[in-house]
């Protein structure tokens, strides 16, 4: 069981992993910062105690570590217990959800080891809002996407929001990113992937008319909202693809394009 320690002091040095977090120059989840990975709220924290994400602390109100009871029996960190005004002080601001979890980051895996039994990726360029990248990752999750690669310059998938967002499913959906760009896609197609671009350029066919999972190996790439794909990128796909839509509309959110293409592809 999780050790349970109570804390009043907003300075106490133990909780420094938890500390400032909206200063962004100090937040630990920055780049260049500390390295950590933050979950917020029961259900974010109940996923990186499952994870294999090798957790340091956890800070709460009595309430919320109590309804993760369960979870903490097998959790050696210590779990650090106060009200919710000194929480605030050390982290910054109110935490509504009332419990965080830091964990260290573990070896990234490699390209080869996230294609390596994949059936469908997701592969994305120039997605940098946090947001759009959490909410990528938990349609990934529900919808059957056995791994995520990223183009050099996407957002981190574990930056606090990204977790935060994703509902923590960014920590069971393996992820790695390209060393280079777009010539790193050579490496699925000789791994037996069809890769198809999502684009609404006229030229595209549509998405009911690429195959499911089923038909072979299949790795769906994305671009950031605005912008979309470049052409270098969808100029090394095997084919271009568009989501049909009424006319005067030709786009979607990057995310809700992706759901729609997971669930065409992934779940068939």
């Not at 709220?41 to 090798?54: D, I």
């Not at 809002?129 to 990934?140: K, P, T």
């Not at 929001?161 to 992820?175: A, D, E, K, T």
């Amino acid at each position: 069981m999780a050790e349970l320690i109570f804390t009043e002091d907003a300075a106490d040095p133990r909780l420094d992993d938890f500390r400032d977090l909206s200063t962004a120059d100090r937040r630990p989840d920055r780049p260049g910062g500390r390295g950590l990975v933050i979950a917020e709220g029961t259900v974010v924290v109940s996923r990186m105690l499952a994870s294999g994400y090798p957790v340091r602390a956890l800070l709460g109100v009595p309430r919320r570590l109590q309804e993760l009871a369960g979870e903490l029996a097998g959790v050696s960190a210590p779990a650090y217990v106060t009200s919710a005004e000194t929480m605030a002080e050390v982290v910054g601001f109110h935490l509504n959800r009332g419990v965080l979890a830091v964990a260290d980051r573990p070896g990234p895996p490699t390209v080869a080891e996230v294609v390596a039994g994949a059936g469908v990726l997701a592969v994305l360029e120039g997605v940098g809002d946090h947001e759009n990248l959490g909410s990528l990752f938990r349609n990934a999750a529900a919808l059957g996407v056995d791994g995520v690669l990223l183009a050099p310059g996407c957002s981190d998938p574990l930056y606090r929001r990204s977790v935060r967002v994703s509902m923590g499913h960014v920590l069971r959906v393996p992820f790695a990113t390209f060393e280079e760009w777009p010539g790193g896609l050579e490496l699925l197609r000789e791994s037996g992937f069809r890769i198809a671009a999502l684009t609404p350029r006229a030229d595209s066919v549509p998405l009911r008319e690429l195959p499911g999972r089923a038909a072979g190996r299949i790795a769906l790439l994305l671009g950031a909202e605005g912008p979309g794909l470049s052409d270098e990128a969808i100029a090394a796909a095997d084919l271009a693809v568009r989501i049909e839509m009424v006319p005067g509309v030709d786009s979607l959110n990057v995310a809700t394009a992706a759901a729609v293409a997971f669930h065409a592809v992934a779940t068939r």
